[in-house]
């Protein structure tokens, strides 16, 4: 990616993150915000739905970048257990702000922004039935468990509503690796 592009990102997730500035995202607010004009910004996003998709797509490449070097491997090739386990360590040790709920920034285009989310994260942490996984329904209720685990951490830390704070959510997590270890046994 272009570095005018990446500032461009990168600046419009401050302004997202900035709770002092206050108000949605528009085109104008991203161009005043990196210094240059809007027809500037609009050469590299035609259109605010342009640059709200590539939002989502850059929150979600700084998570695959994290949520890889927990695996240790590429996603196609982990098993539901080795990515719940990564997704968890992810969310459960990280603190977020309004930027990683990037997908209901505009209320407009949620819609399409959900659903950019939901097919990029999806690979992470779905767990279909699969007779070749070996697990049960009551295995994939833990990791299913454990992912709503990591799923409500991860909102707390980026809303600031009942997050319960790095002590808490290290304690959580402990209870998360506790299941994924009994899947390693049951498996």
């Known amino acids: 990616m272009n570095s005018q592009r990446t500032s461009i990102l990168d600046g419009a997730l401050r302004l997202l993150d900035d709770s002092a500035a206050g108000g949605g995202l528009s085109l104008d607010r991203v161009a005043k915000q990196v210094g240059i004009t809007k027809p500037g910004l609009m050469y590299h996003f035609p259109s605010k739905e342009a640059l709200m998709l590539a939002l989502v797509d850059h ?43 990037v997908m209901l920034a505009d209320p407009r285009l949620r819609e399409q922004m959900t659903a950019r989310w939901h097919q990029r994260i999806e ?65």
């Open 59 to 101: 929150v979600v490449d700084r998570w695959e970048s994290q949520l890889n070097d927990a695996l240790g491997a590429p996603v196609q090739e982990a098993g539901p257990v080795e990515r719940i386990t990564a997704y968890a360590e992810f969310t459960l040790s990280s603190t977020f702000g309004t930027s990683d709920i």
């Open 123 to 187: 690979p992470w942490i779905v767990i279909e039935e699969d007779p070749r996984t070996g697990l049960d329904s009551s295995a994939r209720a833990r990791l299913n468990g454990v992912r709503l685990m990591a799923d409500g951490a991860w909102l707390a830390s980026a809303t600031g509503v009942l997050d319960p704070g790095e002590e808490q959510r290290a304690e959580v997590l402990d209870v998360a690796r506790d299941i994924l270890k009994s899947l390693e046994v049951d498996g």
